[in-house]
């Protein structure tokens, strides 16, 4: 056995050499790395490029700290608006400016809004407001339900009772607002304003259309359905304008030439928007009186568009225009009115056309711009949709 292990692990001389030579080249390869960085040399290194990378990146956290600091104070003074805020039902008609700042408006807003009222402008439902200038739609939307304008006329007001000396009870509405009036020229919104029921205001409007005249204020609590105690509420504010030096009534007109028994037919009909006094007075029914009040409202018209227009003479019976219609026609003979150029005072002298009606109407214009098309009257609010068709004749959009 030893003979066998001794064969196996007895080396000769020149196999022990062999062994350590290779012992040593063994060392010398596993330490070849670590002797090698002893040897080399380090280059030097370049930090500029860091450096500028380093400052290009602080300069950027300073601009966006700066801009998120502008930011936060804007965010800042918008929350403390809006801590201010008191939210309360409000009519933008009427509402001061103290009192809309505490709405959470700014003070551009609110100037823009004075302004805009100091000139004749008008809210005259919930979304006239959101047009006002630089105010921001989410500030009206919040608003939006807290705005309320009273409607006086563009909704049937309550009723309230006056009992008549038959003991029959007469409604009229209880939201009036009392001003001076002419029952003989006063139209019938101005009628519904004053408290009167519209049953009484059909009544006048029937007793006119006949002919029919007050002389005196005394005359009104004659009218049908009238409580007397609602005629003492407006006795103070009847004002009767006498343009006649002498009262005429229909009786009269029957006996003077202004119904001359015999009168021909004319031959073709008459064109109203050129027809004289003469003309005119070769109608059955119309004579010098007449016939001047037709010409003088003619011009202020502006000419008839139609021949119904006649009709709008005051004091012109139905009978008599109902006799001469036929003999009468309109040719386009209209003189219009520049609704982007005129004054207050020159659309106002139009007989349709109220003052208050025409201030409004050039005030919107100079907040908003021209007119493009005869609709954009509707955004105006004072004038009807009624009404506005029967101006268009009139108006024209020149810029």
Known sequence: MKKIIDSYFDFSKSERRGFLVLSLLLVVFVSAPSLYKLFESKPNTD?????????????????????????????????????????????PNTLSADSLALLGLNQKVINNIINYRSKGGRFYKKENFKKIYSLADSTYQQLANYINIPQKLKTRPLQASFKTKDAKVITAPAHIELVTFDPNT????????????????????????????????????????????QYQQLANYIIIEKNEKKKTSIDNLVKTNDYPEKKQAPSEPIDVNRASQEDWQS???????????????????????????????????????????????????????NINTCTKEDLAKHPYIKYKQAKVVINYRTQHGDFKQISDLKEVGVLSEELINKIAPYIKLAH
């Open 186 to 229: 006063a139209d019938k919104d101005l009628l519904l304003q004053l408290g009167l029921s519209e049953k009484v205001v059909k009544v006048i409007s029937n007793f006119r259309n006949k002919g029919g005249k007050f002389y005196k204020k005394e005359d009104l609590q004659k009218i049908y359905g009238l409580a007397p105690a």
């Open 283 to 337: 109608l059955k029914g119309i004579g010098p009186f007449y016939s001047k009040k037709i010409v003088e409202y003619r011009e202020k018209l502006g000419g008839f568009n139609e021949v119904d227009q006649v009709k709008e003479i005051y004091g012109l019976p139905d009978s008599v225009f109902q006799k001469i219609k036929p003999f009468m026609k309109a040719s386009d003979f209209i003189k219009k009115i």
């Open 47 to 91: 930090f500029k490029a860091f450096e500028k990378a380093v400052a290009l990146f602080e300069a950027k956290g300073n601009q966006t700290s700066s801009t998120n600091s502008i930011a936060k104070s804007a965010q800042n003074k918008q929350q403390n608006r809006l801590l201010q805020q008191q939210l309360f039902t409000f009519n």
